[in-house]
């Protein structure tokens, strides 16, 4: 991860924190209600979703099944946050999600 960018092996395994931060950098403590959830699509318009996960324990886990069948090339991702009392947030706006070639597969 560079800048929020992801770059990962296509049928790698990946393991990202994420960290809800307010404006001043003070970290923000989550509910066991309130649910991050990271999505992938091809663009930030295009309709169908590519690849959605919740992210539990400040962990995104990206699984090798998750990317396997995944054609090669750049996609957008984000993560929003929607907590139990209805606030919505996303905490990471549109970044670039890279699926990069392999050669052992």
Known sequence: MNDNNISLIR????QFSITVT???GKEVALNDDDVLTFTVRRTVRNPNIV???IIT?????INPSDTEG????AYIYDVELKRADGYVDTIIPPHEFCI???VTY
């Open 11 to 14: 049928g790698d395994s990946g």
């Open 22 to 24: 307010d404006m001043n």
């Open 57 to 61: 324990g400040g962990e995104l886990t």
């Open 51 to 53: 690849l959605q996960k």
């Open 70 to 73: 995944l054609t090669f090339g």
């Open 100 to 102: 990069l070639e392999e």
